[in-house]
């Protein structure tokens, strides 16, 4: 079985500049998830969607963050505008039930360099 | 924060021995997980641990939980190189997940 597509792998851009990172999950996953995971940190949950819902975005920063899952499957998380503090990977989940009983199955994460 | 917190952060161990890491969160939880990330990689689930689970043994991994004093371990067994990576543990509360700050192993052949 395929596993998650994150698209693109690497992208660097100016600060006040806007970004996109798409994510494709595994076929049939309810479940998505964005992570940001700064260079020597743990990652950090941005956005919880099931289906097209949103479950949790308590630590996405909504004056600039903001992310999207049309039709339930595939979605994209932008930032707009990008500030010096935001470079990091930007992982994407995704799992096939709700709630927390099944494991996560990661994409290869966005790297992204604000400069 | 309510993430875990990993100890230690770094660990240098000879291939063949035990590595040991600890995970001490602050809120209860459902459940705890670890994950492996290598370098420049995206984070692979190893074992999950029920709250009513007190021990797990997945080939070389055995988890530990102790809900009293809010802490899990890892141990792996007979390290190889290949298990050079850094490990987090996750633990999931209420639909939230929170993932600790990790434990980098180095494994020298």
């Known amino acids: 079985e395929a596993g998650v597509a994150q698209s693109p792998r690497y992208k660097i851009i100016e600060k006040r500049q806007s970004v996109a990172f798409w994510c494709n999950p595994i076929?049939?996953?309810?479940?998505l998830y964005w992570y940001q995971q700064i260079l020597g940190q743990g990652p950090k949950l941005l956005i919880q969607?099931?289906?097209?819902?949103?479950?949790?975005d308590s630590q996405l920063p909504k004056d600039r963050f903001s992310a999207e899952r049309l039709k339930g499957v595939d979605s994209t998380l932008k930032i707009q505008p990008a500030k010096l503090e935001d470079s990091a990977v930007y992982l994407c989940?995704?799992?096939?039930?709700?709630?927390?009983?099944?494991?996560?199955?990661f994409g290869p994460g966005t790297r992204l360099t604000v400069l | 924060s309510q993430q875990g917190e990993e100890d230690p952060q770094a660990l240098s161990i000879q291939e063949g021995e035990n590595a040991t890491m600890n995970c001490s969160y602050k809120?209860?939880?459902?459940?705890l997980q670890w994950y492996r990330q290598n370098s420049g990689r995206g984070l692979v689930h190893l074992i999950l641990?029920?709250?009513?689970?007190r021990e797990k043994h997945s080939g070389r991994l055995r988890v530990t939980l102790d809900t009293s004093k809010k802490s899990s371990s890892l141990l792996i067994t007979a390290s190889r190189a290949a298990d050079t990576a850094s490990y987090f543990c996750?633990?999931?509360?209420?639909?939230?997940?929170?993932f600790g700050s990790g434990t980098k192993l180095n494994v020298k052949p």
């Open positions: 076929s049939g996953h309810a479940t």
């Open positions: 996750a633990t999931h509360n209420f639909n939230k997940f929170y």
């Open positions: 809120t209860s939880i459902n459940n």
């Open positions: 641990i029920r709250s009513n689970e």
């Open positions: 969607f099931q289906n097209n819902g949103v479950v949790d």
């Open positions: 989940a995704s799992k096939p039930l709700a709630g927390g009983w099944a494991e996560q199955f």
